[in-house]
């Protein structure tokens, strides 16, 4: 099993920036895919490889990282809007199986 930490979220005004963390229990160069979600829509995520991709929503304002020294991926969201509001998930998809975060809260008000 693979187990996800999130961290990071909090309350932030519009057009400000935060950046949330997950950190997993194993090298993340052994996931094949990690993803930020909010709610349930992807937001980011990220390859074994280091290809990004972005939903159309935060492209442009977001941006997915990684450090593999931490087993770590990181999601920087700046110009947050309040429509980014929510819950965000990380997501590892490994061994033909999804495993979950606890999810952190990100609320931007106007």
């Known amino acids: 099993q693979v187990q996800l930490v999130e961290s990071g979220g909090g309350l932030v005004q519009a057009g400000g920036s935060l950046r949330l963390s997950c950190a997993a229990s194993?090298?993340?160069?052994?996931?094949?895919?990690m993803r930020w979600y909010r709610q349930s829509e992807s937001v980011a995520s990220i390859t074994r490889g280091g290809i990004t991709n972005y939903s159309e929503s935060v492209k442009g304002r977001f941006t997915i990282s990684r450090d593999a020294s931490k087993n770590t991926v990181f999601l920087q969201m700046n110009s947050l809007k309040p429509e980014d509001t929510g819950t965000y998930y990380c997501?590892?998809?490994?061994?033909?199986?999804?495993?979950w975060g606890q999810g952190t809260q990100v609320t931007v008000s106007s």
């Open positions: 997501n590892a998809y490994v061994r033909n199986q999804n495993y």
């Open positions: 194993e090298s993340i160069f052994s996931i094949n895919v």
